[in-house]
């Protein structure tokens, strides 16, 4: 299962560091593997996110809109992030839930110590983090050995096995290896039309041109082997698609 990376924007430090520790102990009992970064204001925020590849890796950003905060998430949309936004703040000001939905927050939930607040909020992170992982996020952001590709999923071909823990992903234009496994990235772009053709491959389903039993041939006309055993679940899932 691949990191989460979760930032957290508070002007509060009681508040922020409160519910960071509520969002770990979350993370921890769902099994799930999660990196987070803690911002204090929206000016080290903003600078970080204007670096492509942290932004890319960012899988869900929770933001207090209070305390001149309220303009960061939609300058934030348009340094060009596309993953999740969860709105958290003590106001209730129309103002903010419109800019919440300006910038396609996934949600905006009420800050507060109460016992029903809390479980609120704890309910509404941990079906984010959920969501946060199947989200249809135009791009793959990967980094190895100190390079990084920020590949746009339409493009990618396939996803190739590779040695020590590596797999090699295909696109229109290059290809690039790193740190992951098929299982993982089946996983995560299994409902996006990728296809497991092999214990190995990991194939779009856009870039298949023809399926039998000894392989499929690409659109490029390149070929990748089919395992047996899953020969007749991807011919069955080429023709629902035709259908």
Not at 71 to 95: N, Q
Not at 151 to 176: P, T
Not at 183 to 203: M, P, T
Not at 218 to 227: D, K, T
Request: charged share 25%; proline share 2%; net charge neutral.
């Amino acid at each position: 299962m691949e990191k989460l990376r979760i930032v957290l924007c508070d002007t509060n430090r009681q508040e922020r560091e409160g519910h960071g520790k509520i969002c770990r102990a979350i993370c921890e009992r769902n099994n799930i593997p999660a990196e987070f970064k803690l911002y204090s204001n929206g000016r080290d925020l903003l600078f970080d996110m204007g670096d492509e590849e942290f932004a890319a890796w960012v899988s869900l950003l929770i933001i207090d809109p209070d305390n001149g905060l309220d303009s960061v998430a939609s300058a934030i949309r348009k340094k060009g992030y596309d993953g999740m936004i969860l709105y958290l703040s003590h106001s209730d000001s129309p103002e903010l839930y419109r800019q919440a939905f300006d910038v396609g927050a996934y949600n905006f939930v009420q800050k507060g110590t109460g016992a029903q607040i809390l479980s609120r909020f704890g309910s509404v992170f941990e079906s984010a983090i959920k969501a946060a992982r199947h989200i249809d996020r135009q791009y793959l952001a990967v980094s190895y050995a100190g390079e990084f590709r920020r590949i746009e999923v339409k493009n990618i071909l396939y996803f190739e096995s590779a040695a020590d823990h590596m797999v090699n992903v295909v696109y229109r234009g290059g290809s690039f290896k790193f740190l992951s496994t098929i299982q993982s990235l089946e996983e995560r772009f299994g409902e996006r039309g990728f296809l497991r053709v092999h214990r190995s491959y990991l194939v779009s389903g856009d870039t298949i041109h023809r399926v039998d039993p000894d392989g499929v041939t690409l659109n490029n006309g390149h070929r990748i082997s089919v395992s047996r055993n899953r020969y007749h679940d991807l011919k069955k899932a080429m023709l629902s698609w035709q259908s």
